[in-house]
């Protein structure tokens, strides 16, 4: 007589990004994360006007490093550095009032800095964006200078628009 393993049913994980990214919420977006097997999978639902944008990176690199099947699910806003976040997720769902905010990087500083060392973040941050514009454009699957003409001008994108360029999934929420 063969024996049968039973199957293990983990419960869903679920992450709300909300609000904007920054130190506090970042660390417990990251632990959540890091505490999930590699290859888990994952929803993140997002209402977010972006924040830090190194906390979104670090988020999204580690949704693609641990190789998450993450789906990411917007119910609100979805702009600025929470773009990266939603971008490196899998699965991407999106309501057809979803509002997304692409816009050049912000650079905000309360530190004390000499003039050598500002050039040399200014430096930085000249790169840092051209780096994360080609990184959304590639996880998006949308033509980079569609992305560099919204980045531009600053521009309110619609989860119907993106649904139109295959970057997101439509969900047309009803009330029950």
Same mark, same amino acid.
């Given at each position: 007589?063969?024996?049968?393993?039973?199957?293990?049913?983990?419960? $869903?994980?679920?992450?709300?990004?909300?609000?904007? !990214?920054?130190?506090?919420?970042?660390?417990?977006?990251?632990?959540?994360?890091?505490?999930?097997?590699?290859?888990?999978?994952?929803?993140?639902? !997002?209402?977010?006007?972006?924040?830090?944008?190194?906390?979104?990176?670090?988020?999204?690199?580690?949704?693609?490093?641990?190789?998450?099947?993450?789906?990411?699910?917007?119910?609100?806003?979805?702009?600025?550095? $929470?773009?990266?976040?939603?971008?490196?997720?899998?699965?991407?769902?999106?309501?057809?009032?979803?509002?997304?905010?692409?816009?050049?990087?912000?650079?905000?500083?309360?530190?004390?800095?000499?003039?050598?060392?500002?050039?040399?973040?200014?430096?930085?941050?000249?790169?840092?964006?051209?780096?994360?514009?080609?990184?959304?454009?590639?996880?998006?699957?949308?033509?980079?200078?569609?992305?560099?003409?919204?980045? &531009?001008?600053?521009?309110?994108?619609?989860?119907?628009?993106?649904?139109?360029?295959? &970057? $997101?999934?439509?969900?047309?929420?009803?009330?029950?």
């Amino acid at each position: 007589m063969a024996k049968t393993r039973a199957r293990v049913r983990r419960p $869903a994980i679920e992450i709300a990004l909300v609000g904007e !990214i920054f130190d506090e919420n970042e660390k417990d977006i990251i632990n959540s994360l890091l505490d999930m097997p590699v290859g888990s999978s994952v929803t993140i639902y !997002i209402d977010s006007s972006g924040g830090n944008v190194y906390a979104a990176l670090a988020i999204a690199n580690i949704l693609v490093h641990r190789k998450l099947k993450a789906t990411a699910i917007v119910v609100g806003e979805c702009s600025s550095s $929470a773009i990266l976040v939603f971008a490196a997720c899998k699965k991407r769902q999106v309501g057809p009032h979803s509002v997304f905010l692409f816009h050049r990087i912000k650079w905000r500083s309360e530190k004390d800095a000499r003039s050598e060392e500002a050039a040399q973040w200014a430096t930085h941050f000249k790169w840092l964006e051209s780096e994360v514009d080609e990184l959304q454009a590639r996880l998006l699957g949308i033509d980079p200078e569609v992305m560099k003409r919204w980045i &531009a001008e600053g521009c309110f994108v619609t989860g119907r628009e993106l649904a139109e360029l295959r &970057a $997101a999934e439509i969900v047309d929420f009803h009330p029950v």
